[in-house]
């Protein structure tokens, strides 16, 4: 990333399910797997998109769904989806994402999300207050996946990450 970057402009806006195809495609789907969902259409389910100008840099979906491993969560939500542009990881677009799902979330009384992480991800989740909750497991096609839970609203964290006494 170059130091001269307008990061301004990078957004975070609900979207129609079509505009996640393309990086669905690529990010998630290189292999030509199905890139319409279950569920992508339903009143409910919201799809979000980052942008950089007007550039899709990354998109994520989330929707009412059961939380396999907390049956007792009033209130469970999937998050499905997650890909950001391969040119622009480690940039803060996935944090823009999750971040703006987990207080969509919390304003629909979510408490519960969870999801099927890429066992490649699943460090990154760790860091939104996500615990893996589940032996890695084989997504025919994708590859090895671990189930992941978190609180909603997520703990808060004290800046810099160190308790006081
Ligand atoms: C996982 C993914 C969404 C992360 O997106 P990103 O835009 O690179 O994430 P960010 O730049 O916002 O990263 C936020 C923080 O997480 C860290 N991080 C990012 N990816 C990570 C990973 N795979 N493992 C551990 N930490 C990670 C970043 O270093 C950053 O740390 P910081 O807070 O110290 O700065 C992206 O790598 C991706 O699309 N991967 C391929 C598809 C995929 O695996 N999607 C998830 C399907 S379950």
């Known amino acids: 990333m170059s130091a001269d970057h307008d990061w301004a402009t990078l957004t975070v806006a609900q979207v129609p399910a079509e505009v996640t195809h393309p990086l669905r495609r690529s990010v998630l789907r290189p292999d030509g797997g199905e890139i319409t969902w279950a ?10 998109a980052a942008r950089i100008d007007e550039r899709v840099v990354g998109v994520v ?3 009412p769904a ?16 997650m890909a950001t542009d391969p ?24 408490d ?8 490649t991800a699943a460090g990154f989740y760790e860091r ?3 615990t893996v909750v589940t032996e890695p497991f084989d997504k025919p096609g994708i590859g090895p996946h671990v189930g992941m839970v978190a609180d909603v609203p997520p703990p808060v964290r004290r800046a810099g990450g160190r308790r006081s006494g």
């Open 39 to 48: 569920g992508d259409e339903d009143p409910a389910t919201f799809h979000l």
């Open 61 to 63: 979906r989330f929707s």
């Open 66 to 81: 059961p939380c396999p491993w907390r049956p007792e969560a009033r209130a469970p939500w999937q998050l499905r989806g």
């Open 87 to 110: 040119a622009l990881r480690g940039a803060g677009v996935g944090r823009a994402l999750l971040v703006d799902g987990l207080i969509r979330l919390t304003d629909r009384g979510s």
């Open 112 to 119: 519960v999300v969870w999801c099927d992480a890429r066992v």
């Open 128 to 130: 939104f207050g996500f």
